[in-house]
Nanobody, 120 residues
Framework: QVQLVEAGGGLVQAGGSPRRPCAASASISRIYSMGWFRQAPGKQRELVARITNGGTTNYADSVKGRFTISRDNDKNTVYLQMNSLKVEDTAVYYC??????????????WGQGTQVSVSS
């Protein structure tokens, strides 16, 4: 069992560059995928970014070139660096830990979610 706790959140101005950490209660070194999802009002939850334990990253098209995900296995923490924020990035952001491998990933563990609201 892994508990995930996101930090930060709140109101940010468009163009801002906050960094969001997510701390895990257990070692993440063997967890295949650490990532961030988001859910905007009236929309489905979507994958924003993820990073495997091999360092492979994947990003939603809408955030490519603006967001960067990284993980520190020694600190059991994953980070989401959000640059050039847009109003459309407003959503509840969820940290996630996924188990499995390259062929099959189950997004099993979730954080409680943190609201990020971007003002113009």
């Amino acid at each position: 069992q892994v508990q995930l706790v996101e930090a930060g959140g709140g109101l940010v101005q468009a163009g801002g560059s906050p960094r969001r950490p997510c701390a895990a209660s257990a070692s993440i070194s063997r967890i295949y995928s650490m990532g961030w999802f988001r859910q905007a009002p009236g929309k489905q939850r979507e994958l924003v970014a993820r990073i495997t334990n091999g360092g492979t990253t994947n990003y939603a098209d809408s955030v490519k070139g603006r967001f960067t995900i990284s993980r520190d296995n020694d600190k059991n923490t994953v980070y989401l660096q959000m640059n050039s924020l847009k109003v459309e990035d407003t959503a509840v952001y969820y940290c996630n830990a996924g188990v499995g491998n390259r062929d099959s990933v189950r997004y099993v563990y979730w954080g409680q979610g943190t609201q990020v609201s971007v003002s113009s």
